[in-house]
């Protein structure tokens, strides 16, 4: 396992005079400020932002243009097709479009390209197929900003084509390459006075949807209906959750509380989820990767179909068998990680960028364990599986290491790549995996501090300051997620009063704890309860990093801390 340095957060601030201002705890005041959030108007967006405070769909560059084509075509009865994605962001962007065109009368159908016949984005053949289909309007959503050559043909063959992505522009030097489409939405791209670019594709087609309805007259809350698929795709996609994004999850979670949605509803049954307490950790680790294990081991077609069923039998069956695929994806990614750890202990524990041959492995689950192998030797990680014409790879990367820069300087060993400095995919010939790797060790730069994984710690602060009033102020921070992490707290030489450890696979230790003033707290740590033992010998001293909650069972409410990470100091 990688080693990890604690870090204290020092950005400073007039905690107290927040913590007046808002009437809130000074330590909530602390972690806001580590947040990045600054001055009265952010701070007051981050606590009490509403659906009031999202940015108008106008801002978009192209948006009017857009609005405009789609409104003909409407009105001219002409047949548009949606091309999405087979990822979650691809299929939610997908159904937002989909129910939206059809609620205007629009003569709308979709596809979906598959991933592993015809990978990323739209294709040479999925034009063809709608010419075939005597398609009119093709209109992308959460893919096309890069499909300069595609998008042509399609206009060659007389379609008008509108774009709708969230991916960065391709560049020549400092200019942009945007494709040759009527109308190009893209918070990305130059000129665009969008004030957050870094929104998901389904947020952009639901942008599109939300300029459309206010075009149409449609009322705004058949609008915010839509709102919950927004959110489970900028989870789902792992945007920051910061600015606008933290507004859309916050109220989209509440709206799927509720969701009238038939498919979602038989999700959450088979996942054994309450959708009342729904979080979005439930949407970043139970629900996301079901929509998107049809994706990976089938077809995308699949959670799109759940998504759209009205009928509870159907909608049932294909929750049912979305669950099954992603239990069948969950084995099969342990078996291959668990490979995949073997040869990064033994064959190559020396490289500093480890590349990772799989020949048999699912190409689909490439990124999965690349960033499994990331998390476990905090390395840069490229795991590469055969498919049927090359070798296949995807990469998960280290702070430290720009993955696209770098996959850059060794080009000409590659068929093609493309990604950004934290992930990356790409292809290249069998017989060129070793000099691949090599060249990448050579050239990686990185140093044995980089290997060094930091948990940055909000604020240090003994466990007798801890109140229930705390604890639930606390919760006006959510929702946490990337960009917006769950606030972690510290004290050293914590005393340890009693001590065992439960569960039938001896994986949870319970504690007793007891803070400076001698008064008890209860902590609970999630690890391996015999190894923990045996590194304690006995010892009652102990430094943790933890997040305090609140423990409900059986009807009381007590005070525990979760402890995230601890070392036991000499005593």
């Known amino acids: 396992m990688a080693e990890q340095i604690w870090m204290l957060q020092t950005k400073r601030a007039d905690f107290d005079g927040i913590a007046r201002q808002f009437g809130i705890d000074p330590v909530t005041a602390r972690v806001i400020r580590n947040r990045g959030i600054e001055g009265q108007e952010n701070i007051e967006r981050y606590l009490y932002g509403n659906l009031d405070g999202l940015y108008s769909p106008w801002l978009l560059k192209d948006m009017r243009l857009a609005v405009d084509v789609l409104k003909e075509k409407l009105a001219e009865g002409q047949k548009i097709r949606i091309v999405g994605d087979y990822d979650i962001d691809g299929v939610c962007a997908t159904y937002i479009l989909y129910q939206a065109l059809k609620r205007l009368g629009g003569r709308v159908d979709y596809a979906i390209p598959d991933r592993i016949k015809d990978g990323y984005g739209i294709n040479e053949s999925m034009i063809q197929a709608a010419k075939e289909d005597e398609i009119d309007t093709m209109l992308t959503c959460d893919n096309g900003i890069s499909a300069f050559s595609q998008i042509q043909l399609a206009r060659e063959f007389g379609m008008t084509v509108v774009v709708t992505d969230h991916h960065e522009v391709p560049m020549d030097g400092e200019r942009e390459i945007l494709p040759p489409a009527d109308a190009v939405i893209d918070p990305k791209q130059k000129g665009c006075s969008y004030p957050f670019s870094e929104i998901c594709g389904a947020v952009v ?99 799109l179909s759940m998504l759209l069923s009205e009928d509870e039998d159907e909608a049932e069956t294909l929750a049912q068998e979305l669950k099954e695929l992603n239990d069948m994806r969950k084995d099969m990614t342990e078996q291959w990680t668990a490979e995949a750890k073997v040869l990064a202990d033994t064959q190559y524990r020396d490289d500093k960028v480890l590349v990772i041959f799989l020949p048999e492995c699912h190409e689909s689950l490439a990124g999965i364990i690349a960033g499994r192998l990331r998390e476990y030797c905090q390395k840069p990680a490229i795991v590469l599986t055969r498919s049927e014409e090359a070798v296949k790879g995807s990469g998960r990367s280290i702070e430290a290491y720009h993955m696209f820069q770098k996959l850059s300087e060794v080009k000409e060993l590659m068929l093609k790549f493309g990604g950004h400095p934290m992930a990356a995919g790409l292809s290249l010939l069998e017989e060129n995996i070793d000099a691949f790797r090599r060249q990448l060790n050579e050239k990686s730069g990185l140093t044995e501090e980089d290997f060094k994984a930091k948990l940055w710690i909000d604020v240090p602060m003994p466990i007798d300051y801890i109140r229930e009033r705390l604890v639930e102020e606390l919760k006006i921070l959510e929702p946490f997620g990337q960009g917006n992490e769950k606030p972690l707290f510290a004290q050293k030489k914590v005393r340890i009063r009693s001590c065992r450890i439960i569960g039938k696979n001896k994986n949870v230790v319970k504690m007793v704890l007891e803070g400076s003033s001698g008064m008890p707290m209860d902590g609970i740590l999630f690890t391996d309860g015999i190894a923990f033992e045996e590194e304690r010998k006995g010892r009652t001293l102990m430094d943790i990093i933890y997040y305090p909650e609140i423990n409900e069972y059986n009807g009381n409410r007590s005070l525990q801390v979760v402890i995230r990470n601890y070392k036991f100091p000499s005593e």
Request: with cysteine; proline share 1%.
């Open 205 to 303: 087609a639901y942008k599109l949807v939300w300029a459309l309805y206010e075009e149409f007259g449609v009322s705004r809350e058949e609008w915010l209906e839509l709102l919950e698929f927004a959110a489970i795709a900028t989870v789902g996609d792992v945007m920051k959750l910061q600015d606008e994004n933290r507004i859309i999850v916050k109220y989209g979670l509440k709206k799927l509380g509720r969701t009238k949605n038939v498919g979602l509803r038989k999700l959450a049954e088979k996942t054994n989820l309450d959708l009342k307490n729904i979080t979005a950790y439930h949407i970043g680790f139970v629900i996301g990767p079901c929509l998107n294990a049809g994706g990976r081991l089938q077809t995308a077609k699949l959670a």
